[in-house]
């Protein structure tokens, strides 16, 4: 099992590094390669995507993504920007699925900024679809205006669209995830205002009837925002495109007290997949030794589970995090009072330790 290894920038390296000693420290040998990728990237080979760097991401069984980005590139033209790399791996390695699962743990209830009998239990799950949509769609850019009251000014424009089969098979990931789980699934849809999502709710409800046993129900992305922070207990599974699903998923996140806790997956049609903490690379952290290593640790242990075919190395790993939550360690960004906090380093040699037990 080969797995590639890109850490990165800020925080990307500190907390993969971690994830690492984990990978280490279980029975099985995985073959790690490492390779540049974002600011590293354009550092190493003038490209946030280095060629060497994707067909290694290829080549692998797995991916495992630290993070991307630093303030010191924003000014380099877009396509070299680090944030292309993570877009370009997702398009050319077609990972169209996007599972990003926001789990409050019960030590941590007290981290989220929304009150304990709002979040306490909360499991759900957000699929996103990663590989279409406006983030995507042809053609974008600055134009002439060509019509309207400011015609003849330029404009910048991006265009939103889904095509019917790939709004069939996210489709089919997220009922097939509900069947796994509370076998409840809502769709979320601008159907109100929006053709391209008036097309993906009538798609997603024909798959349905594939799917007799998992209820459905449609909701407005506005409306989902507000579900989301006022009763969030109220969603198991929730399907939605790659724009919203990019603005839910973080304030999903935040219900659980951090960002620094939740993995997510993204898959192809063939289970391959990347693994990436669900934040971003924390530029202002970067080198402090105090970054949450958990979000990237549990990505390893997706990895394990819905690539590898190692789902009792995942539980191992999943239960060892869950270990040192209860021993009290903390990192700054969850930590309160009464527990230990611990630096970057330290939290990974706990979970390291938790597995031996
Ligand atoms: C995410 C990030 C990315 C996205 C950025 C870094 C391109 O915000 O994975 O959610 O918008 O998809
Ligand atoms: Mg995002």
């Given amino acids: ?35 540049p990728v974002g600011g590293a990237g354009y550092e190493a080979a003038g490209h946030p995507l280095p060629e060497a760097t994707l067909a290694l991401a290829k080549a692998a069984d797995a991916v ?17 920007r680090p944030e292309q790399a993570i877009l370009g791996l997702r398009k050319n390695l077609g990972l169209f699925a996007n599972l990003r699962p926001a789990i409050l743990y019960p030590e941590l209830a007290g981290a989220s900024t929304l009150k304990p009998e ?6 759900i799950l957000i699929i996103r679809e990663l590989t279409g949509d406006i983030y995507f769609g042809q053609p974008r850019g600055v134009r002439e205006c060509p019509d309207g009251p400011f015609k003849g000014q ?4 991006d265009t939103m669209r889904y095509a019917e089969g790939e709004i069939r098979r996210i489709a089919h990931v997220a009922f097939q995830a509900a069947q796994k789980r509370g076998k409840r699934l809502t769709s979320v849809d601008k159907a109100n205002v929006l053709e391209t999502f008036q097309f993906w709710k009538d798609i997603v409800t024909d798959v349905h009837k594939e799917y007799p046993d998992v209820a459905l129900d449609h909701m407005y992305v506005d409306n989902a925002a507000m579900q989301l922070v006022r009763a969030p207990k109220k ?20 219900l659980t007290g951090s960002i620094g806790m939740l993995p997510s997956a993204s898959l192809d049609a063939n289970n391959k997949g990347l693994y990436e903490p669900s934040h971003g690379s924390a530029p202002d952290i970067a080198g402090k030794g105090i970054a949450n290593p958990l ?51 330290q939290m990974g040699d706990a979970v390291v330790a938790a597995l031996a037990k």
């Fill in 1 to 35: 099992m080969k797995i590639a290894i890109l850490p990165g920038d800020g925080i990307g390296p500190e907390i993969v590094a971690q994830a690492v000693k984990v990978l280490n420290a279980l029975d099985e040998r995985f073959e790690l390669e490492t390779a």
């Fill in 64 to 80: 495992l993504f630290g993070a991307v980005g630093d303030w010191k590139y924003d000014t380099l033209d877009r396509p070299l």
């Fill in 118 to 123: 709002v979040v306490s239990g909360l499991d």
């Fill in 154 to 157: 330029r404009e910048g424009f």
């Fill in 235 to 254: 969603f198991d599974v929730i399907v939605t495109g790659n724009m919203f699903g990019d603005i839910l998923s973080d304030a999903a996140a935040m």
């Fill in 295 to 345: 979000a990237t640790i549990l990505s390893a242990a997706m990895m394990l589970r819905y690539s590898l075919g190692r789902a009792e190395q995942a539980d191992r790993i999943e239960n060892a995090v869950k270990a040192v939550l209860a021993q009290g360690l903390r990192t700054p960004d969850i930590f309160e009072e009464g527990t230990t906090k611990v630096g970057t380093e």
